[in-house]
């Protein structure tokens, strides 16, 4: 038997055909289904469902009670805020079996996602967005956007620190923690250095 390299806690189910990074946590009650990747140093918390063929890149931190459902991409250094969930079928009726017209949603690279928040599927999350809690996303969300609400819509943009950015009129911005600048040009984010 193979040595693994990953913490599992004793009541965790991992199912078979597993790929799991080294160093990843996966705590109490949590459900790994086959097929699913997942990357180095990830966390997975209390009473997660991660459903069959989910990937999920290195450093991703699932909080409590989040379900992640087939067709759904999370890049490295992505945060799933406690019990939000995703998606999968944008029609469902518990009478019609839609396994075969599940639809993808990718996460970018940093991108956070708050409690209680839903992800309809379909819908991808850009580089270091940042869902609010309790929000509901039901369209395309751009690199840097900070969205709320239910629909969740647009307030602002942040950096990759997380922090909100305040652009001077030539569209240019200077996150205070990190020295990064950004500029915003045609209602889109680009980080410059």
Not at 33 to 43: A, E, F, H, R, W
Not at 61 to 82: A, H, M, R, W
Request: hydrophobic residues 35%; charged residues 20%.
């Amino acid at each position: 038997m193979e040595d693994k390299k990953y913490y599992a806690h004793e009541t965790a189910v991992i199912d078979k055909d597993c790929s799991i990074g080294n160093d990843t946590k996966i705590w109490h009650f949590s459900h790994i289904m086959s097929n699913c990747i997942l990357g180095v140093k990830c966390n997975i918390g209390q009473n997660v469902v991660i459903s069959p063929e989910v990937i999920l890149g290195n450093n991703v931190k699932v909080q409590n009670n989040v379900s992640i459902y087939t067709g759904v991409i999370c890049e490295d250094d992505v945060f799933l805020g406690p019990s939000m969930v995703f998606t999968n079928v944008i029609n469902p009726r518990s009478a019609i079996n839609r396994r075969g017209e599940y639809t993808k949603t990718i996460v970018k690279k940093g991108a956070s996602i708050g409690a209680n928040a839903t992800i309809v599927c379909g819908n991808d999350i850009g580089e270091y967005a940042f869902i609010g809690a309790g929000s509901v996303v039901v369209k395309h969300v751009p690199p840097y956007a900070l969205l709320v609400g239910n629909p969740a819509r647009q307030i602002g943009w942040v950096g990759e620190y997380g922090h909100k950015l305040k652009f001077n009129e030539s569209g240019i911005a200077i996150c205070k923690e990190s020295k990064q600048t950004y500029k915003l040009e045609n209602n889109m984010v680009y980080r410059i250095n």
